[in-house]
């Protein structure tokens, strides 16, 4: 009976530490990103590409798409100075778990299975920044379904870092029907590269 009540109370105290630690996580993200338009900029493209799907006519469908690049320029330029501004802050708060669950101090405990968040918002900010400048020439409609993933993967990590991976994903699924397999694989050739070097994937 001791051993059960022993049990349940280090599992209350990981609960309440591992809480403790995603609200701290969470407010370092916020207070930086509160100043900035990403969140507002990410909602503005994402209803654009659905309002441009939903066309039956390609030159209403690709006019709107072009009415995009101002909004997506400007996230580019944004995420670029969020993520400058992440990389100057201290490496050890910054660890992200590669375990499927939030693990109190995981990423002092065990170094080896975290991952530096500040290496992953610069794979997202170059990986943004590529889709925006077209180097590729995609067509408009090949430029905003890579970009959504870009997007949709870059939001993915700071769910991660928040909270864990499952939570993430499982936010992934809720929100946006789709997996993190699927958002991977729809990024671009670069950004999966890079990103599945920096988590072992």
């Given at each position: 009976m001791e051993s059960y009540i022993l049990i349940i109370g280090l599992?209350?105290?990981a609960y309440v530490v591992a809480s403790r630690e995603q609200r701290q996580r969470i407010a370092l993200l916020g207070g930086h990103l509160q100043s900035y338009r990403i969140e507002k900029l990410m909602e503005t493209l994402?209803?654009?590409?659905m309002r441009a799907l939903g066309e039956d006519s390609e030159a209403r469908r690709e006019q709107i798409l072009e009415l995009m690049q101002a909004s997506e320029a400007s996230l580019s330029s944004q995420f670029s100075r969020f993520a400058a501004e992440i990389g100057a802050l201290d490496p050890e708060a910054l660890r992200v778990s590669r375990l499927p669950w939030s693990i109190p101090f995981?990423?002092?405990?065990?170094?080896?299975?975290?991952f530096d968040l500040r290496k992953a918002l610069e794979i997202h900010a170059r990986g943004i920044a590529n889709v925006v400048q077209n180097a590729d020439e995609r067509t408009p409609k090949?430029?905003?379904y890579v970009l959504s993933a870009e997007m949709l993967l870059m939001q993915h990590t700071c769910h991660w870092f928040c909270k864990s991976k499952t939570v993430a994903s499982a936010r992934l699924i809720g929100r946006h029907k789709t997996t993190h397999e699927q958002v991977v694989a729809a990024v671009s050739p670069e950004t999966r590269e890079a990103y599945l070097r920096l988590i072992g994937g």
């Open positions: 599992v209350l105290g994402t209803e654009g590409y995981a990423g002092r405990l065990f170094p080896g299975v975290t090949q430029r905003a």
